[in-house]
């Protein structure tokens, strides 16, 4: 038997509606490289289970099913999906996203290949609804060749999860930090700046996969969940704790710089919090980019409390 080239992964919950259309683009797909999918059911309410059972005996030679008997959440059945794969590279196929193009991993294989600089090759999605129609949305994705920091600074991403193809040991370093015992949802911002850390990331401006947005009653966590102020804080103080422990002084600033404009745009001007706690939570940040905005900031603030009596 060959090598396995890539470990597709599919988590999936709840998504009886969209579950086949992503096989079926994955079943669609024409490559030299031979690939594993593992798709990992989740305990789903609906009949999503009963679905990929029909998959499984059409196709035994390709999908391996792990049906949960008690809901992981995403995180926990992630983790378990990862380490079943044996791929040289990782990519993950979330249950209500699908693929466009049939040569997409062929392409993103082909150029890791060639690039060994390279950990990672994401590239552009089509962003749909629910009854997969186009929407006029579009993804926070990277529009040049090379992603860097001055995207992720812009809140920008090189991809969304199911258009990034990873090297498997890279991710699996990343994957292996604590922070996702923590369970820090969303987690693909985490996973850029660990592949950040790690080499560069290119990306294909091409539109080869489908991105379901469903802004109510979906599975996706963009539609079931909405931070407030105080829990992005929490998510971009683990943020940081991870770029520290990656040994990356680029993306530990990065990250500080993201946390800086929620504390500032987020909190303070948007009164969530009082120049008090802002200062008080502006000690999380350490280097010195980051400090001097902070004077700025301070002084800022200072203005703004002499003008108009605040404290």
């Known amino acids: 038997m060959k090598d396995i080239m890539v470990s597709i992964l599919v988590p999936t919950y709840g998504h009886e509606k969209y579950i086949a259309e992503a096989l079926e683009s994955i079943l669609k797909q024409k490559t030299q490289y031979p690939y594993e999918v593992i798709v990992g059911e989740d305990a789903s309410p609906d009949k999503t289970r009963h679905i990929l ?20 959440g995403s995180a926990a059945n ?30 993103q294989v082909t150029y890791l290949e060639k690039h060994p600089q390279y950990v ?16 006029d949305e579009s ?18 991403l090189p991809g969304q999860t199911a258009s990034i193809l990873y090297r498997a040991i ?18 693909d911002q985490i996973v850029i700046l660990g592949a950040f850390a790690k080499g560069r990331i290119h990306c294909i401006q091409e539109k080869m996969s489908a991105y379901r947005h469903i802004s109510s009653n979906g599975t996706s966590y963009s539609a079931n969940k909405r931070m407030g102020f105080h829990q992005k ?32 745009f987020d909190g303070f001007l948007q009164k969530e919090i009082t120049i008090s706690e802002a200062c008080r939570l502006y000690q999380y940040i350490d280097h010195k980019l980051s400090v001097f905005l902070i004077k700025i900031c301070d002084f800022i603030i200072r203005k703004v409390r002499s003008l108009y009596g605040k404290n």
């Open 53 to 72: 059972r029909q998959y499984e005996e059409e196709h035994p030679d390709i999908f391996t099913m792990v049906y949960r008997d008690t809901n992981l």
């Open 78 to 107: 992630g983790q378990d999906l990862l380490g079943r794969a044996s791929g040289k590279y990782i990519i993950i196929l979330e249950g209500d996203d699908f693929w466009l193009a049939e040569d997409k991993l062929e392409k």
């Open 120 to 135: 990672a090759v994401a590239h552009n999605c089509l962003v749909v609804d629910k009854a997969s129609n186009p929407i």
């Open 139 to 156: 993804y926070p994705e990277c529009k040049d060749t090379e992603y860097t920091l001055r995207h992720f600074r812009r809140n920008i």
């Open 170 to 187: 890279p991710y699996r370093q990343i994957a292996a930090d604590e922070i996702w015992k923590q369970n820090p949802l969303p987690g």
């Open 233 to 264: 804080i929490l998510w971009w103080q683990m943020a940081m704790d991870f770029t520290r422990r990656q040994g990356n002084k680029k993306i530990e600033i990065a990250a500080e710089g993201r946390y800086f404009a929620v504390l500032f």
